[in-house]
């Protein structure tokens, strides 16, 4: 989520000052941007065996797999920016 504050000053005459504040990502949600979407099978005549998954026949997590920098198939790669401010102050005459 989004938002901006503003508001404007009138220094005098048509001269005015205007402050500005926004706020992107306001409430630091890490979104999922993109995932490994490279599935490695075993042979053509195999189709159904995936063997870049982020677990074991077991079920365990493979550390090596569910990290992004080596991440097997449907592990998360990137999120969306962190939450980042910015200020403005603009003066018109």
């Given at each position: 989520m989004d938002i901006a504050l503003a508001r404007i000053f009138k220094v005098?005459?048509?001269?005015?000052?205007q402050l500005r504040?926004?706020?992107f990502n306001l409430f630091n949600q890490a979104g999922i941007i993109a995932r490994q979407t490279q599935m490695n099978l075993t042979?053509?005549?195999?189709?159904?065996t995936i063997t870049n998954l982020p677990f074991d026949a077991a079920g365990n997590v493979i550390p090596?797999?569910?990290k992004p920098n080596g991440a097997g198939f449907g592990v998360a790669t990137d999120?969306?920016?962190?939450?980042?401010l910015q200020f403005q102050a603009r003066f018109s005459f």
């Open positions: 005098g005459g048509n001269r005015t000052i504040a926004d706020v042979s053509p005549s195999d189709p159904v090596a797999r569910a999120y969306q920016p962190a939450r980042a």
